[in-house]
């Protein structure tokens, strides 16, 4: 889009706005804009008004069990007051624990008898977006090496912190799908991406939680898979941060070999505890495969907003069936 610039007096420039932005904006005469200037232009915006969005939610002996998913709904949805009422003793302890560890950017502004209360206190911003996106990638890759290393001596002393960053990379997740609600991001890609992130971070949780109790000896199968994995995340990884989507072919064509040929493989050798090691390991290969959909639609809108740039599609599968 090109605007010719118009004199205006001595000193001063002026450039029109496009109608069909003026229109979905909303604005009128003497309406205000922000002006933000970068390294080669100008970015205008229209300034929003703050809302504040309250819910009230009363706890009933139904919907007890299921506080903590409603809780992160509905900080996924954007509200920034949340009231339980009538709650008792034991569920305000478990939305307390939720709230520090998984609602980034909330307290509890309120305590008392049948009444609890958290707020937002930090406004999620867009620009931290990319950072923390960032992170939650990267997280897969640190709790992988530790799986890693602890399979690999057949000793799982990494509990807590494998915990740890559950909790981290949860927060970070929901914090992210907060901010694409409450920027009325429309990007689906975006969002499925995070909950794929999430999924297999809580497939690793899963396989160390389980290995923790029943494994005492090293699994040279299981290592052998990891190793595999980590060059199988890497590929996602590599694809979404270098852009290249060569990467996500290459996670689509190998999908048959790993899942349908060492995967089940390993499960023909396996026995006892390593049977369940090994298939919590093929479900983290398919979760990983899954991912390649959002992330190659996200790579593909990439490309056409920069038309410069020219891709090769050669998968056969997108996604696994």
């Known amino acids: 889009m090109r605007r010719r610039l118009i004199q ?37 915006s229209r300034e929003e008004p703050i809302h504040q969005f309250a819910l009230l939610i009363p706890i009933t ?7 903590m998913n409603i809780l992160t709904h509905v900080y996924r949805s954007g509200f920034d007051r949340i009231t339980f009422t009538g709650i008792d003793e034991s569920t305000a302890r478990s939305v307390l624990r939720t709230t520090h560890e998984k609602l980034l950017g909330f307290e509890v502004v309120r305590k008392e008898k049948l009444v609890c209360e958290i707020a937002n206190v930090s406004e999620p911003r867009k620009e931290q977006y990319d950072v923390l996106l960032r992170r939650i990638f990267l997280i897969i890759k640190e709790v992988h090496t530790l799986c890693l290393t602890d399979f690999s001596l057949g000793t799982f002393y990494h509990t807590n912190d494998i915990i740890d960053f559950r909790n981290q990379h949860d927060k970070l997740v929901l914090y992210l799908e907060r901010v694409l609600t409450k920027q009325k991001h429309d990007s689906s890609s975006d969002w499925e991406i995070l909950v794929s992130l999430m999924h297999i971070s809580h497939g690793y949780y899963y396989l160390y939680q389980y290995a923790s109790k029943n494994c005492s000896k090293k699994s040279t199968l299981a ?28 996670i689509n064509e190998q999908k048959n070999k790993l899942q349908f040929g060492f995967c089940y493989g390993a499960l023909r050798k396996s026995k006892g505890a390593e049977i369940v090691i090994i298939s919590h390991l093929r479900e983290l290969f398919r979760l990983v495969q899954l ?31």
């Open 223 to 250: 290592v052998s898979l990891l190793q595999q994995l980590q060059k199988y995340y890497s590929l996602l990884y590599d694809g979404y941060y270098l852009n290249d989507i060569e990467c996500i072919h290459k």
């Open 61 to 67: 002996q139904t919907n007890r069990p299921d506080v």
């Open 8 to 44: 205006q007096g001595s000193g001063t420039l002026t450039v029109s706005l496009p109608a069909t932005w003026v229109r979905k904006q909303q604005l009128k005469t003497e309406s205000e804009l922000s002006i933000v200037e970068t390294n080669n232009g100008l970015l205008f």
């Open 291 to 321: 991912a390649t959909s959002p992330i190659l639609r996200k790579l593909l809108s990439r490309t056409l907003e920069s038309p410069d740039q020219s891709i090769a599609l050669k998968s056969p599968s997108l996604q696994e069936k």
